[in-house]
């Protein structure tokens, strides 16, 4: 049985880390490009079509926005609380200069600062060729020694060789900087491809976090 997930409400947008809602539980990070499916991707995820306001318009995501999740692991009885987050979309050029130098210094900050982020699910369009600014922004998480997983997203929108080849030569272009490369999923929210290996990676973090707390009490 794979981990359900039994609610997904909004909680709150925050401006700033400090804003943010008690620390008191696991949380994910959804973080990408704008347009890169992250909207589509959560609700793939939680099973609402009307939960991440999906748009047309890149940018739209402009706040720390976070979700209040309860799932049941697979064999279990107890429901698990979890925050998962939607972030602002990095690289959107049409933004104010200023604006987007906030924008930065707020995702940085929350992303250093919060202290119960167990993993930064970074979305790469499977469409593509490895982008400068996605491979920048994954430097820069290794810098910091944050833990992140990659994710592609809109697999069913290429062929499957092409898709297999662009994440092929993104981790060669990684490997330039990498000694080490990190877990990853390849995904479609029109076919959920991916989401059962997403949740499963979840539902092991979430398990690990209350084995730890318990050693801790």
Known sequence: MQMQITKAAYLISS???DKCPQPDRPEYAFIGRSNVGKSSLINMLCNNAKLAKTSAAPGKTQLINHYEIESVAANQKART???????PGYGYAKRAQKLRKQWTKMIEDYLRKRKNLLNIFVLIDARHKP???D?????????WQL???IVFTKADKEKPGAVERNVKLFFEKM????????PYFVTSAVSKSGKDDVLKFIEDC???????NARAE
């Open 135 to 143: 491979l920048e922004f994954i430097d820069s998480l290794g810098e």
């Open 175 to 182: 490997k330039e900087n990498w000694e080490f490369l990190p």
């Open 15 to 17: 401006p700033s880390v």
């Open 206 to 212: 979430n398990l690990d976090y209350a084995a730890s």
């Open 81 to 87: 609380k979890w925050f998962l987050v939607d972030l």
């Open 147 to 149: 833990p992140f997983t």
């Open 131 to 133: 982008q400068k600014i």
